[in-house]
């Protein structure tokens, strides 16, 4: 029983972690981060204007 337990939590937490956008996970690489973060912009939204 304790072993469901432990691989539940451990699937669970997997779960949430992905959910995070990796521009937000402060552990992932600046480059990764910026290039999600772009991604996800709009072109208005990129503008300088």
């Known amino acids: 029983m304790k072993k469901i337990a432990i ?3 451990v699937l669970l ?8 956008p990796v ?3 402060k552990t992932a690489p600046v480059e990764k981060r910026i290039s999600d973060l772009l991604s996800k912009m709009t072109i208005e939204a990129k503008s300088f204007n």
């Open 23 to 25: 521009y937000k996970n």
């Open 13 to 20: 937490s997997h779960l949430i972690v992905a959910q995070v």
């Open 7 to 9: 691989v539940c939590s």
